[in-house]
């Protein structure tokens, strides 16, 4: 969807066994148990999108010191969000005036035969930067790039905008000819360029919101269309040899009911196996329980389009508050079981000043930045679940709501969210663990805190005891297990 001071929290120290009977919270707390040998989806992480030249507001920062603290903001696991999925867009302009996506490949070569005419700017409407820090900096190892529109003059309409369907595809007849291949090839040939750079793209998708003809880039298709261009994309990346590399993502729709019924028409195709990963939108409406795939389910887009620029955790519970996103982000991971989640922008100027971004950043020094609580509200998931983490069942807690998660390293994180305006005192009890705990942090977002480390207790049992603010996110980390010496 597109629309037309630095301060860091006090830490306190790790808290290591105690007792049980020296617990400094009421032993009439309430207890949640954590299940590991009860398992859920496999999570590939959280993230955000810097399209349509928002990552130029990064990656043309003449201040070194704020570029810095804006990257570090998104993606360090320490004093940031910790976000681990990056998706880019795939551009399909001529130009790059306002907020274009530029092309690689902007002139027709004079037919879906003709040797293509690419040329590669370095820079990708200053996302390769982007990219590039976030894979060599900190680590992110999931690199999405997604395609609103094929070039214009693939497109039955001659236009990156406005719809448009990709010539070849069922249904089409276009006088210029049969594209998809062409259109494959573009495709990978993008892959190519970052790698040349040295970012591995990981998952790559040709279509957005396919059901909405925008006044900017955007292309439609149905199903069955779709499922025909997966078919010579996934084709296309096997002669690449990069089907080990890079998985197909389809159809980022729009809402979530227009993408169940292009996954089940890719289904009767027979092209749902080839797809790395099925990608939606709730703009138009979300859902409560699964999607009815084998293929991981990425919630790719949601924002608050419309509200007013808002950096409060809560007030009234509304669309852009801080605490509205925590929920949103667990009904999403617990009720509908996705693996990945992504807001729209990472960062965005100030006009429209609007909610769609988690950053508002000036675009001329001194570069004014302010951050939104919904920022830490990802910060509280992001951090401690990371890509590879298998949700776990819990059960139980009162004026509270929880979810937990074993990551690929062993340790666990548990997102514990307040339902109401008192605090809960709450104990977590790990079942199935290997090794009784020992050692756990806590960590905090609420009106006055983000992702602020807080107290915790571990018992001589393995009992966590804490206690969670009044509209609050509280996450428990159980670091790894030991390795004894051989």
């Not at 009784?436 to 018992?459: L, N």
């Amino acid at each position: 969807m597109k629309t037309q001071g630095f301060a860091v929290a006090g830490v306190l120290p790790l808290v290591t066994a105690l007792p049980s009977w020296l617990s400094l919270a009421p032993r009439q707390a309430s207890t949640i148990t954590v299940d590991l040998t009860k398992t859920y989806q496999t999570m590939d992480g959280f993230g955000c999108s810097f399209a349509f030249q928002r990552a130029n507001l990064i990656t043309n920062m003449s201040d070194k010191t704020k570029q810095r603290y804006l990257l570090d903001l998104l993606f360090n696991t320490t004093s940031g969000a910790g976000l681990s999925i990056v998706r880019n867009g795939i551009g399909s302009s001529p130009d790059s005036s306002s907020d274009h996506m530029n092309t690689f490949a902007p002139k027709n070569p004079g037919g879906p035969k003709a040797t293509p005419q690419y040329t590669w700017d370095g820079k990708d409407s200053g996302q390769l930067f982007v990219s590039q820090e976030a894979y060599n900096t900190y680590g992110v190892r999931q690199i999405y790039g997604d395609a609103w529109s094929a070039p214009g003059y693939m497109k039955t309409n001659n236009n990156e905008n406005n719809g448009g369907t990709l010539c070849g595809v069922t249904g089409t007849n276009c006088q210029s000819g049969d594209w998809r291949q062409a259109y494959a090839d573009y495709l990978v040939q993008y892959v190519k360029y970052y790698g040349e750079a040295g970012v591995p793209v990981t998952r790559i998708g040709f279509l957005n919101e396919p059901e909405f003809s925008p006044g900017y880039a955007g292309m439609n298709s149905n199903g069955a269309q779709a499922a025909d261009f997966i078919k010579i994309f996934y084709a296309t990346l096997q002669a690449a040899n990069l089907t080990s590399q890079v998985g197909i993502g389809c159809c980022e729709s729009e809402g979530w009911g227009n993408q169940v019924n292009m996954l089940n028409a890719i289904k009767s195709a027979g092209a749902e196996s080839m797809l790395s990963v099925v990608t939606s939108h709730t703009y138009t409406g979300g859902s409560s329980s699964p999607m009815n795939t084998k293929v991981p389910v990425w919630l790719s887009e949601q924002c608050d389009l419309n509200g007013a620029w808002t950096t409060t955790w809560y007030q009234y519970g509304g669309a852009g508050e801080g605490l509205t996103w925590a929920n949103n982000i667990f009904s999403a991971v617990t009720a509908t079981q996705v693996s990945g989640y992504l807001y729209w922008e990472g960062v965005q100027w100030p006009s429209p000043n609007t909610n769609e971004k988690m950053i508002k950043v000036d675009q001329q020094s001194p570069y004014n930045i302010e951050v939104s609580k919904r920022l830490w509200a990802f910060a509280q998931f992001s951090r401690f679940v990371r890509p590879g983490a298998v949700r776990v069942a819990t059960s139980g807690g009162s004026g509270v709501k929880s979810t937990a998660f074993r990551n690929v390293d062993g340790s666990i994180a548990v997102v514990v969210i307040s339902t109401g305006g008192s605090a809960s005192n709450v104990s977590v009890k790990v079942s199935g663990a290997t090794q009784v705990p020992t050692q756990a942090t806590a960590w905090v977002t609420d009106a006055s805190h983000d992702c602020a480390q807080t107290t915790v207790t571990v018992g001589t049992d393995g009992t966590l005891t804490g206690s969670v603010a009044a509209r609050s996110v509280t996450t428990y980390h159980i670091p790894a297990p030991v390795v004894p010496p051989v």
